[in-house]
């Protein structure tokens, strides 16, 4: 049995608080309460329904030091679209929850492309360290396969019962699996 360990998310809480603000499956109660937002950003969005200006830019003002101040905690975390999206290609290969915190769809899920940039043996079996850091291990090396070098072009394509499918150079898929 592989044991494969994920990396802390210590300080990911809250992915995208500006997105999340704007985003329609944020759902509303009768009260206009944002109940799918964290406190600290559902406090910043209930502003927005302040019709006197000066008490709607006091509120922004009270619950936007407040957001700021969590973030400087380390209680929230605020990341872009580029930020998730390096987040999830430096997990890609390991089982994961389905949850939208890192932004991805369905698709561009289950193929990655990069940039071998380490190749070494286990057992008699090519270990490839990535670009994005990550290293992949491969069930076998079979007789077709060409040695692997740093620099060369790697796909990993989802197969079944957690492996994957490793392309080198455009060459016949061999079966892997992400070390670590």
Same mark, same amino acid.
């Given at each position: ?16 608080? +500006?997105?999340?603000? !704007? ?5 509303? =109660? ?5 109940? =799918? ?7 910043? +969005? %209930?502003?927005?329904?302040?019709? $006197?200006?000066? %008490?709607? @830019? +006091?509120?922004? =003002?009270?619950?936007?030091?407040? @957001? ?30 389905? &949850? ?8 561009? =899920?289950? &193929?990655?492309?990069?940039? &071998?940039? $380490? ?6 079996? #090519?270990? @490839?360290? &990535?670009? *994005? ?6 069930? *076998?090396?079979? #007789? ?8 060369? /072009? ?14 080198? !150079?455009? /060459? ?9």
């Amino acid at each position: 049995m592989k044991r494969m360990f994920l990396p802390p998310f210590t300080a990911m809480t809250v992915a995208a608080a +500006a997105m999340a603000l !704007n985003s329609p499956a944020a759902a509303k =109660d009768e009260n206009g309460q944002n109940h =799918d937002l964290p406190q600290v950003l559902s406090k910043l +969005a %209930e502003c927005r329904a302040l019709a $006197d200006d000066a %008490e709607r @830019l +006091a509120c922004y =003002d009270r619950e936007s030091g407040s @957001l700021i101040s969590a973030a400087d905690k380390g209680e929230v975390k605020v990341i872009d679209k580029a930020e998730a999206k390096e987040m999830r290609r430096s997990l890609f290969g390991f089982s994961l929850p389905k &949850i939208a915190l890192f932004g991805g769809d369905e698709a561009s =899920d289950d &193929i990655m492309q990069t940039t &071998i940039t $380490d190749v070494s043996t286990v057992n008699g079996k #090519y270990r @490839l360290t &990535i670009a *994005e850091g990550a290293t992949w291990q491969l069930t *076998e090396n079979p #007789y077709y396969l060409r040695r692997p070098k740093a620099g060369d /072009q790697v796909e990993f394509k989802k197969a079944t019962f957690g492996s994957y499918f490793v392309r080198i !150079n455009r /060459q016949t898929g061999v079966k892997g699996y992400r070390v670590n």
